[in-house]
């Protein structure tokens, strides 16, 4: 198709909005269709990845009996004659005869035909040098399986990998995981009127989403370069082909920014068209952020691609981030579909009529309460600055104070844990 051809056909009426909810369900399973390949990686390397497979045991945990304290691995009845010592790392001879007993460290393994371990602040020495004392009723070792068995399974494929599970795995014998390749993300900034340096005037504006929208994929997992980030891109619609069919190469998705309307410099619908992309959003009912869209293109190479048009003002281009492309991301990595936390408004938020608002708001953890935040329009950046997330007020509610509603959370660095 003619990029003339794609320009005239843009200009049919769009269709009426999604739901916001329909929306990121819909993106969602799309996402969760096209989940990226697995590969294994060493431990060091898998931190913000995704398990591709459950996390289970190679071992028993512990894989054998060991000592929780410093003490005196005893057989029988005391006082006990000292036959030796036991250290982390070695494997100990049993203990044969009663009244016998061998000087242990924590973390060491215990001696086969032990009945107690003494305590060493609870025990004493009699002049002939043999050990005395009462051990505890609980045995003060950590009995083999205690926390998992050989095979279990402790975590389910499509756990984000942090720190934690890092140390967990590396505890259970791995030395590798199999972790979703992370997507490959770019991003292209439409507008001839953007500055990229010093501060705006003159009927120009300084560029806000280029520097910013990177650092927000990144907090979603993705790989973003330095190189995938382009523009701004001329208000043409062949150099929006152009640049859009070039960042398609690497890309997993490729994040636009502005042109999402269809005014005489809004190339994004005619460009889409041109190279075959399929809408699987095209507009969401949620204020900020209309007009937004997701679309999906397939290569030659059978490969799927995605291309998510965010809004030219910035914080309605972060309200589709967190509407459209959170959930495509979580099905691309085979993760959840993520459960929206909820709490309290502490003042009322006003509705959107049949559009779902999503208020930017400061959350109280201890409280569990949300608080609007000042200075939240379209176009400004200062409330967001301030704000822990969106506060959900759906279609049709009216958002008042005491109410319970869903808050999505902003993004925050791989591994790191929501409230």
Not at 104 to 113: D, H, K, L, N, R
Not at 340 to 353: C, F, K, M, Q, Y
């Amino acid at each position: 198709m003619s990029t003339e051809t794609a320009a005239a056909a843009a200009q049919v009426a769009a269709p009426p909005p999604a739901g916001w909810e329909e929306a990121r369900s819909r993106v969602y399973a799309v996402g969760l269709a096209a989940a990226l390949p697995a590969l294994r990686r060493p431990l060091a390397d898998t931190d913000g990845h995704t398990l591709a497979e459950p996390l289970t045991t190679r071992t028993d945990l512990p894989a054998f009996p060991t000592s929780s304290v410093d003490g005196w691995a005893v057989r029988g009845e005391g006082p006990w004659d000292v036959v030796g010592r036991v250290l982390a790392g070695n494997t100990p001879a049993p203990l044969t005869a009663d009244g016998t007993t061998v000087e242990i460290a924590t973390g060491a393994m215990v001696p086969e035909g032990t009945t107690a371990v003494l305590r060493i602040e609870e025990s004493s020495r009699t002049a002939d040098g043999r050990v005395t004392g009462t051990p505890r009723p609980q045995p003060e070792w950590r009995e083999p399986g205690e926390e998992a068995y050989a095979g279990e399974e402790l975590l389910p494929a499509g756990t984000p990998v942090d720190p934690a599970l890092i140390g967990l795995a590396a505890s259970c014998g791995h030395d590798q995981l199999p972790v979703r390749r992370q997507p490959r993300a770019a991003l292209l900034v439409f507008g001839d009127e953007l500055l990229t340096a010093g501060p705006p005037g003159a009927g120009r504006v300084r560029d806000a989403l280029g520097p910013a929208v990177p650092a927000w994929l990144r907090r979603y997992g993705c790989q973003v370069r330095s190189s995938d980030v382009v523009g701004p891109v001329a208000d043409t619609l062949p150099a929006h082909v152009a640049a859009l069919r070039s960042a398609l190469t690497n890309a997993d998705l490729v994040c636009t920014t502005g042109g999402t309307m269809h005014g005489p410099v809004d190339h994004l619908h005619p460009t889409l068209e041109a190279l075959g992309a399929d809408y699987v959003v095209n507009t969401v009912a949620v204020r900020p952020g209309f007009p937004m869209l997701l679309a999906r293109l397939v290569g030659a190479d059978g490969r799927v691609r995605f291309v998510a048009g965010l809004p030219g003002n910035p914080q309605s281009a972060i309200v589709a981030l967190v509407s459209l492309v959170a959930p495509l991301l979580a099905g691309l990595t085979g993760r959840p579909m993520p459960v929206l936390p909820h709490a309290t408004l502490a003042e009322p938020v006003p509705s959107r009529g049949d559009y779902t608002h999503l208020a930017l708001v400061r959350l109280d953890r201890a409280a569990g309460t949300a608080h609007p935040v000042r200075h939240v329009g379209s176009a400004m950046l200062r409330g967001l600055a301030g704000a822990d997330g969106f506060a959900v007020i759906r279609p049709g509610t009216t958002g008042e104070a005491g109410a319970r509603v869903p808050v999505v959370p902003l993004p925050l660095l791989p591994g790191e844990r929501s409230w």
